[in-house]
Each structure stands twice: as C-alpha cells, then as structure tokens.
Nanobody, 120 residues
Framework: QVQLVESGGGLVQAGGSLRLSCAAS????????MGWYRQAPGKQRELVAR???????NYADSVKGRFTISRDNAKNTVYLQMNSLKPEDTAVYYC??????????????WGQGTQVTVSS
C-alpha cells in the first residue's frame, strides 16, 4: 500500500504565495506521474499541474506562469509553488501519484487533500 501525505495549505491574501508538498511512502517500486488537482465547491476536480519522473511538466492554462511543480525523486516528493494567488485558486488541492507497485503494474493513489483559501 502507498500513502500520500500532503502539507502546506492554508489561508493567504490575494497576491501571496504558498508551497504545497506531497510525500509518497510505502510499497513503491517506482513512480511515474505525480501531480496536483484541485476541487472548488460546486465544481469538478481539475488538473492543476503534473510532472513525470523525467521532469516533463504540464499545467492548467489558469495557473501557467504563476505555479511551478517540481519533484524530488529521491524523496518521492512533489511540490507545488503557488505565486500570485487569486481568490479563484481557492479549492481543496489533492496530490496524485501513479506508482509502479511490486506487481509491476501502475496504481493510482490520492492524498487526503489540503485546503487553500485565497482572500481578496
């Protein structure tokens, strides 16, 4: 089994910054993708940013130029640096990891979510 533990959420004023972290632990043979999704009240969960083991990234258009995703493969940890935050960034942010298990199959795991609230 794999656990994802998120940290770094909180309340910040518009224009401020936050850094989210997500550490994966457990039975991990390797990790393909790690990423961040978010879900605002009344809305569907959406991709924020994702990064491969090789460092390739993709971002939602709404966060390009403001958010940066990075990854420490040695620590099985992914980070999301969020700058120039806007009230519309308010959501629960979820970490996602596609992990290669001991069975050599990909398994998708989710964190418990961390609240990010941006006040105007």
């Amino acid at each position: 089994q794999v656990q994802l533990v998120e940290s770094g959420g909180g309340l910040v004023q518009a224009g401020g910054s936050l850094r989210l972290s997500c550490a994966a632990s457990g039975s991990i043979f390797g990790i393909n993708y790690m990423g961040w999704y978010r879900q605002a009240p009344g809305k569907q969960r959406e991709l924020v940013a994702r990064i491969t083991g090789g460092g390739s990234t993709n971002y939602a258009d709404s966060v390009k130029g403001r958010f940066t995703i990075s990854r420490d493969n040695a620590k099985n940890t992914v980070y999301l640096q969020m700058n120039s935050l806007k009230p519309e960034d308010t959501a629960v942010y979820y970490c996602d990891a596609v992990v290669i298990g001991s069975d050599y199959f990909n398994h998708d795991y989710w964190g418990q979510g961390t609240q990010v609230t941006v006040s105007s």
